[in-house]
């Protein structure tokens, strides 16, 4: 079977596979804004609705700023990412935290009942009321700014998917931002970066669709979920 396999490849293979067990590297997707969070009891947590928009200079400048300012490329998204998102992140609660994550439907109704001033309203602001009248300590903060569907099949593809979001955990009574963390990633070949050769297997070494990424850095972010 060697024989088969030309040497230049070989030789390609062998010093990838060496460097991703020498050095555990893998795709540089989830990145953390703090090193040791709060330590706060997670009694009932809720999940807000994806907003749509860029963090800008800091990824949690987006909780902060009006609903107005946040931005982005409607060709970059696709329509229903934020509600993809959205049920990927409850799945990752309820998995974790069962009976203690309010019902996804109940939230989504308070948020839709609740008077908005784009001007005025944040993100953080809005998530804090809805948790207020649900009675929840924590809420649960997302944002999306890139969601593009690959362009291709799982065997070829012209234009891979490209995701980017981020998650932020919200204490109700006083507005802190606990927790954050952002996922920014388009899927590349084998070819294009050894040093993916890890992730790569574990993606099923295909190429992935927008929401099968987007499943892939919810799992990524909640390996350093602190809560």
Known sequence: MEKMIPAGLRRTLGLALALVLFLGIGPAAAQPTDSTPPAVTLERIGVMP??????????????????????????????????????????????????????????????????????????????????MLLGANLMAVGTVWRYRERVGSAGAVSSPASVAFALHVVEVENGKILWSRSFAQTQRSLSENLLNLKAFFEQGARWLTADELASSGVTEIFKEFPY
């Open 50 to 131: 994806f907003f749509k928009g860029s963090f800008g200079s800091s990824v949690t400048e987006s909780l902060v700023c009006p609903l107005c300012d946040l931005t982005y490329d409607p060709g970059s998204l696709s329509p229903d990412c934020d509600k993809v998102l959205t049920q990927y992140v409850l799945d990752a609660l309820e998995k974790k935290h069962g009976g203690r994550v309010l019902p996804q439907p109940l939230v989504a109704k308070t948020y839709t009942q609740l008077p908005l001033n784009d001007r005025r309203d944040t993100p953080l602001g809005l998530s804090q009321k809805v948790g």
